[in-house]
């Protein structure tokens, strides 16, 4: 039998656990971004649609497999899969997810690193100097730092110890506890920072930006783009909402916590938005296009405004820290993996996998300094960029997970019999009046969506 698995202490603590597991680049970084490049209104009531049609039904059904078997996603679908049509090839579903995990902490902590370069250039005042000649913080940006391997392997080995020392104190005293420091502090900062947007002269056309819908200007791209990161941002399609179920008590509601999860999710990717387009507003800027926006613009903005650089290292230690909430949910879905089916420790479990995750992202690390060309990062983003770093972002968020997206839900609406479902999303909830409605999604709204994707990504249509 394996080591005791640990247990979030309750109700609170799964819920930020999971919240800060979906915060991350994808909200702060990739959304805004997206919603920017897809003229926003239209494609935020889309991306809304997404979440509730496809992202909470995927959530539930995730969270309900991981506290049903009280084990993460290679234990859990062999368990469940045992007397069922396909039997022990469901397994594969699991060694995805260890594989998406593996992947994408292996080139997100890269990124991950720049926030806590970027805070220290803020605080050291030198962030303000460079962004007095813009030309000169996209230099900056991209001949001296991404080019310098030094720097890059640096501050991804710097960011990969702090996730995995997280991750090695276990679910109650690592992950939990530093969610429970990190996520109201994330909080606070995005309300200041809101309300400082508030008082900028671009917040009113900000608003009107993200809500008044277009929908001439929606296109079946962005429909596709909205589907994708509605996906990504909740961290579904690799057993990591699967894995934090796993550490859930019986007597939390699964349907309850799902929405809690993606509502606080939905809303700070908002406040993002509103952050960012308020001050690009306001500063009167030419945007590019590049989705380095955040590195190479947003601190000529804030230069212009009052305390830039106080604001500039509130910003990136804001970004760092949902980060870290989010690299700690990936190396825990591979560690769990080795605590629960190798029979590991969990020292030993989170001192491997963090080794062999840091050791393998050196490599991207090292790679965007070969292809150091701008407009070839593009994150989490839908085209194969050029380098390493490129492919696994690629690979992931073209493949495994949406492939791993479907199968879980094939697996919940059409392997696992209606009763145990049922049951399981009732235990900790009482009767589930839309019981009916999660079925229906999971079994053929969610699959036709997430199919949508693939079949996008198979015919090449890149929806970036
Ligand atoms: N949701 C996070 C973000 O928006 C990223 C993330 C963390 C993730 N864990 C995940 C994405 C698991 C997919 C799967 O930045």
């Given at each position: 039998?394996?080591?005791?698995?640990?247990?979030?202490?309750?109700?609170?603590?799964?819920?930020?656990?999971?919240?800060?597991?979906?915060?991350?680049?994808?909200?702060?970084?990739k959304f805004p971004?997206?919603?920017?490049?897809?003229?926003?209104?239209?494609?935020?009531?889309?991306?809304?649609?997404a979440i509730l049609?496809?992202?909470?039904?995927?959530?539930?059904?995730?969270?309900?497999?991981?506290?049903?078997?009280?084990?993460?996603?290679?234990?859990?679908?062999?368990?469940?899969?045992?007397?069922?049509?396909?039997?022990?090839?469901?397994?594969?579903?699991?060694?995805?997810?260890?594989?998406?995990?593996?992947?994408?902490?292996?080139?997100?902590?890269?990124?991950?690193?720049?926030?806590?370069?970027?805070?220290?250039?803020?605080?050291?005042?030198?962030?303000?100097?460079?962004?007095?000649?813009?030309?000169?913080?996209?230099?900056?940006?991209?001949?001296?730092?991404?080019?310098?391997?030094?720097?890059?392997?640096?501050?991804?080995?710097?960011?990969?110890?702090?996730?995995?020392?997280?991750?090695?104190?276990?679910?109650?005293?690592?992950?939990?506890?530093?969610?429970?420091?990190?996520?109201?502090?994330?909080?606070?900062?995005?309300?200041?920072?809101?309300?400082?947007?508030?008082?900028?002269?671009?917040?009113?056309?900000?608003?009107?930006?993200?809500?008044?819908?277009?929908?001439?200007?929606?296109?079946?791209?962005?429909?596709?783009?909205?589907?994708?990161?509605?996906?990504?941002?909740?961290?579904?399609?690799?057993?990591?909402?699967?894995?934090?179920?796993?550490?859930?008590?019986?007597?939390?509601?699964?349907?309850?916590?799902?929405?809690?999860?993606?509502?606080?999710?939905?809303?700070?990717?908002?406040?993002?938005?509103?952050?960012?387009?308020?001050?690009?507003?306001?500063?009167?800027?030419?945007?590019?296009?590049?989705?380095?926006?955040?590195?190479?613009?947003?601190?000529?903005?804030?230069?212009?405004?009052?305390?830039?650089?106080?604001?500039?290292?509130?910003?990136?230690?804001?970004?760092?820290?949902?980060?870290?909430?989010?690299?700690?949910?990936?190396?825990?879905?591979?560690?769990?993996?080795?605590?629960?089916?190798?029979?590991?420790?969990?020292?030993?479990?989170?001192?491997?996998?963090?080794?062999?995750?840091?050791?393998?992202?050196?490599?991207?690390?090292?790679?965007?300094?070969?292809?150091?060309?701008?407009?070839?990062?593009?994150?989490?983003?839908?085209?194969?960029?050029?380098?390493?770093?490129?492919?696994?972002?690629?690979?992931?968020?073209?493949?495994?997970?949406?492939?791993?997206?479907?199968?879980?839900?094939?697996?919940?609406?059409?392997?696992?019999?209606?009763?145990?479902?049922?049951?399981?999303?009732?235990?900790?909830?009482?009767?589930?009046?839309?019981?009916?409605?999660?079925?229906?999604?999971?079994?053929?709204?969610?699959?036709?969506?997430?199919?949508?994707i693939i079949v996008?990504?198979?015919?090449?249509?890149?929806?970036?």
């Open positions: 039998m394996p080591e005791d698995r640990g247990q979030w202490s309750g109700k609170l603590g799964f819920i930020l656990a999971a919240t800060g597991s979906a915060i991350g680049l994808g909200n702060l970084w971004y997206i919603t920017y490049e897809n003229n926003g209104g239209a494609f935020v009531l889309v991306y809304i649609a049609v496809v992202g909470i039904p995927i959530m539930m059904a995730e969270v309900l497999l991981g506290r049903k078997t009280q084990l993460s996603p290679v234990g859990a679908f062999q368990n469940l899969g045992k007397n069922k049509a396909g039997g022990q090839a469901w397994t594969a579903v699991g060694f995805l997810g260890v594989l998406a995990g593996f992947t994408i902490l292996s080139y997100y902590s890269v990124v991950a690193g720049w926030t806590i370069h970027y805070a220290w250039l803020a605080l050291t005042g030198r962030l303000v100097e460079l962004s007095s000649d813009p030309q000169a913080l996209q230099t900056y940006f991209g001949s001296e730092f991404l080019a310098s391997g030094s720097s890059q392997v640096f501050y991804h080995v710097l960011f990969m110890g702090l996730t995995t020392a997280a991750v090695f104190f276990g679910v109650k005293r690592g992950i939990e506890r530093v969610a429970r420091i990190l996520m109201p502090f994330l909080f606070l900062i995005l309300v200041v920072l809101v309300i400082y947007s508030s008082t900028t002269e671009g917040f009113g056309e900000a608003l009107t930006f993200l809500f008044r819908p277009d929908f001439g200007s929606l296109t079946t791209a962005s429909v596709l783009e909205a589907l994708g990161h509605a996906f990504f941002t909740l961290s579904l399609g690799m057993g990591a909402m699967l894995t934090y179920g796993s550490y859930m008590g019986r007597d939390i509601s699964i349907p309850r916590a799902a929405v809690q999860i993606s509502a606080l999710d939905t809303l700070i990717a908002l406040m993002a938005c509103v952050i960012m387009f308020s001050i690009i507003n306001s500063a009167d800027i030419d945007v590019s296009k590049s989705s380095t926006i955040l590195f190479t613009t947003i601190p000529t903005v804030f230069a212009k405004l009052p305390a830039a650089s106080l604001f500039n290292a509130m910003f990136y230690i804001l970004i760092g820290f949902a980060a870290l909430t989010s690299t700690i949910s990936l190396l825990e879905v591979v560690s769990s993996y080795a605590i629960d089916n190798l029979g590991w420790a969990r020292h030993r479990a989170t001192l491997t996998m963090g080794g062999a995750i840091t050791i393998f992202g050196t490599l991207n690390a090292l790679s965007l300094g070969a292809s150091s060309r701008l407009s070839s990062i593009n994150l989490i983003g839908r085209e194969s960029t050029a380098g390493l770093f490129g492919t696994m972002d690629y690979l992931a968020s073209n493949w495994y997970l949406p492939v791993g997206g479907l199968l879980i839900a094939l697996f919940a609406g059409w392997i696992m019999n209606p009763r145990e479902t049922r049951q399981e999303l009732e235990t900790g909830h009482g009767p589930l009046a839309s019981f009916g409605i999660w079925h229906f999604l999971i079994r053929f709204v969610s699959p036709l969506a997430v199919g949508a996008s990504v198979i015919l090449g249509k890149e929806y970036n």
